[in-house]
């Protein structure tokens, strides 16, 4: 009796053992079914979001294209609108002293103070405060004259507080000049309030030349009244003007200017006055003229589009335009790795058997946090799943799935880096300057200064395009003093030349 006991028990051992070894064995299975299924995503994804040179010089050409014929026409209703944003003089390298700027963005607005020291010198005692905008002045499209009395009353008391360090270091008291007022033009974050009436004011003010004039003739004003009637605003700009300002007065073969940013991109350039059509031309100053023609609008059938595009660019609040700017951008590039998570959890079960809530809520991940996952080297993607639990509530998932998360990061971000590349260098063909003349590119931006493998995507495929035997003639530089620093160098030209 005893030993049949025993005989039972160790089959019933026996056949749990069996019975668990069988659990986990279609435990494994199916894990590895929707592993190769979420692969299979991943492998399609990357197939339309291939960007081979041929594809990159088709999309440069039409870029070029666009914009010869947007400059000849004189028509501002193309996808590129070829804007004549700056005609007075760019800075020469031959400015010297201390300038004052403002870099007005949406939320925002950045006071700038540096010393220049010529051409040769780095700038010199660069100072920069932030200052938040109000939210009782954001919610008020019409509370302009507040707002510039609030840059006022700030930019006095920043000059107060810094009036240890004076003109040139002589001892000098802030000598009468020129202030330098850049304007951050992008399209309004998808996550802004909607109260934030001013910020949607701001995203077309460098575009509309009677309110730039309204804008310069309020800050003036203002100016005057704080008692700083020695600064004076001659003109409002886009601030990617002020980065090519910067990179004018290091270097003459400075000739664009690209802005990378977390929240949007923009292009301006120079170009001959000669090549601008009569409706345009009447606004020109200068032998030469700068060009903001505001990218983000191309459009190509070069461009390659995905289902993940196509449903970003229709649930949007601009379906139809910005194609362009929806594929590169910092705002945009977060939302489309999303996206394509959404597939996986969906139809492969990427993080179990249930889609975790918060990745169906649109524009959740951004794209810093992108780039940090991205760029996780740790041995087990420690940082992916940091990000994953603390913007999607996702604490499951293995190695094995945070490396397809990389890989769709990967992706997002080469295709968006090489069209930026194709976009240099159609730009750079545009004016000719490829085979014969050396040209910097000045770019500016938190998805270049901060996205290392972006940035590097950026320069290999315009290595790539343009080949050794004229790498040398397009160079990209990073801005001279960073985000909002263009305001002082566009002070400095502006007194040189009052």
């Known amino acids: ?44 994804f990357a197939r339309r979001c291939a960007t081979p ?24 209703g193309g996808n590129l609108r070829m804007f004549v944003s700056y005609a007075a003089p760019l800075p020469t390298g031959e400015e010297r002293g201390t300038y004052y700027g403002i870099n007005l963005r ?69 000598k009468r000049s020129k202030l330098g007022f850049t304007v951050s033009s992008f399209p309004i974050d998808h996550r802004a309030p909607p109260s934030a009436a001013i910020a949607t004011k701001w995203t077309t003010l460098p575009f509309n030349d009677a309110a730039q004039k309204e804008l310069a003739t309020e800050v003036n004003q203002s100016l005057e009244k704080h008692g700083l009637d020695y ?13 090519l300002a910067g990179g004018r007065y290091y270097s003459k073969e400075s000739v664009a200017a690209v802005t990378l940013g977390i929240g949007g991109t923009d292009i301006a350039y120079i170009e001959s006055p000669q090549q601008i059509s009569s409706p345009i031309k009447d606004s020109s100053k200068s032998d030469e003229t700068v060009i903001n023609m505001q990218w983000g609008n191309f459009s190509s059938s070069h461009l390659p589009l995905t289902e993940y595009d196509t449903s970003l660019d229709a649930e949007s609040i601009d379906p139809g335009t910005r194609i362009f700017e929806k594929l590169i951008s910092g705002m945009y590039l977060g939302e489309i790795v999303r996206r394509v998570l959404l597939k996986m959890a969906h139809e492969a079960a ?9 990745l169906t809520i649109p524009y959740l991940l951004r794209s810093p946090d992108m780039a940090a ?36 990061c990967d992706v997002v971000a080469e295709r968006g880096a090489r069209l930026v590349g194709a976009g240099i260098v159609g730009s750079v063909k545009k004016m000719g300057r490829i085979e014969n003349r050396k040209s910097v590119i000045i770019v500016e931006g938190g998805m270049y200064e901060r996205y290392r493998i972006y ?6 495929s315009v290595w790539e395009m343009v080949g050794s035997e004229f790498s040398d003639n397009v160079m990209i530089h990073h801005c001279h003093g960073g985000s909002g620093a263009g305001s002082v160098f566009l002070a400095a030209s502006q007194t040189a030349h009052s």
């Not at 025993?6 to 749990?16: E, G, K, Q, S, Y």
């Not at 780095?122 to 019409?142: G, R, T, Y």
């Open 106 to 174: 949406a939320t925002n607005f950045v006071i700038v103070r540096a010393t220049l020291d010529g051409k040769n010198e780095p700038l010199n005692q660069l100072l920069k405060q932030e200052v938040p905008i109000p939210p009782s002045l954001m919610a008020d499209a019409e509370s302009s004259k507040e707002l510039c009395d609030l840059i006022a009353f700030e930019l006095a008391k920043f000059i107060s507080v810094h009036s240890e360090i004076t003109d040139n270091n002589k001892g000098e008291t802030v």
């Open 455 to 460: 940035r590097n995507y950026v320069q290999s």
């Open 231 to 243: 600064l004076h605003v001659s003109e409002v700009v886009n601030d990617t003007i002020g980065d």
């Open 373 to 408: 996952m991205h760029q996780d080297t740790s041995e087990d993607y420690e940082v992916v799943q940091e990000k994953l639990n603390e913007i999607f509530d996702i604490n499951n998932s293995t190695p094995t799935v945070r490396e397809v998360v990389t890989e769709i």
């Open 1 to 44: 009796m005893r030993n049949e006991v025993v005989v039972a028990a160790a089959v019933t051992t026996a056949a749990a053992v069996v019975g668990v070894a069988l659990l986990l064995t279609h435990w494994k299975q199916r894990s590895e079914r929707r592993l190769r299924h979420a692969q299979r995503i991943l492998r399609n």
């Open 53 to 76: 040179a041929a594809k990159l010089w088709h999309v440069a050409d039409e870029l070029a294209a666009e914009m010869e014929a947007g400059l000849s026409s004189g028509e501002r």
């Open 350 to 358: 990427l993080f179990g058997d249930s889609v975790p809530p918060k």
